[in-house]
């Protein structure tokens, strides 16, 4: 089943099914389902750079102690995304609360990410410089958002603003343990992707969850 929601600055508002916008201010418009894109590794201006989570992620900072990277479960710090058998990164995990920031340079139109076992007091704000785009709660994502690890408990999230505006940075918090993700995805979109969007939003839509075959990928399209 897909979520639809519309952010304008901090207020959160619930649509319908083949809704969009019709606000001149930006919007930020969140899907639930489907799949990311692209290949593993990083493919940004310079050129595409391998990257798997298995070390310090360059583009990911915490804002005390250390995010975790790892692959697994452990009873008490993380879980795996469902699904997920790869190293993935875990917020919240080696000290709480934790914040990490997900600098995005000049800044993309989307936002794609698996969200493992999806918890209440795990939160994601977007921003534009230092104005807050929106904040997402786990429990706008899942209902319950209770950190189950099975297939229901992880989604894959899609955050759009089909160029409103530019999504500078992602803040994921939590404030206990722990926020798990995976997958990182981001672009702008082409005018034919809109067209395709707009018609997934009329009736089509993403069906059922993302299932991972393959290694984690950060990607700029």
Known sequence: MKRLFALTGA???MLSVGMISNSANAAIFLTQGGTASGTAGV???????TYDFSSTFAPLTA????????????DGVSAAPFGDSTAYASVGSNVTPQSATLSLGAGVNYLGFYWGSVDQYNTLELFNGTTSLGVF???QILDPANGFQGATGSAFVN?????????????????QKAFEFDSITTGVPEPSTWAMMVLGFAGLGFLGYRRRTGNVNFRVV
């Open 11 to 13: 207020a959160v508002a």
């Open 43 to 49: 493919v940004s201006a310079s050129g595409p750079v």
């Open 63 to 74: 804002n005390v102690g250390s995010v975790l990277y790892t692959s697994g479960t452990v």
């Open 137 to 139: 709660t786990g429990s």
């Open 159 to 175: 955050f759009n603003t089909y160029g409103t505006t530019a999504i500078t940075s992602a803040v994921f918090t939590s404030s």
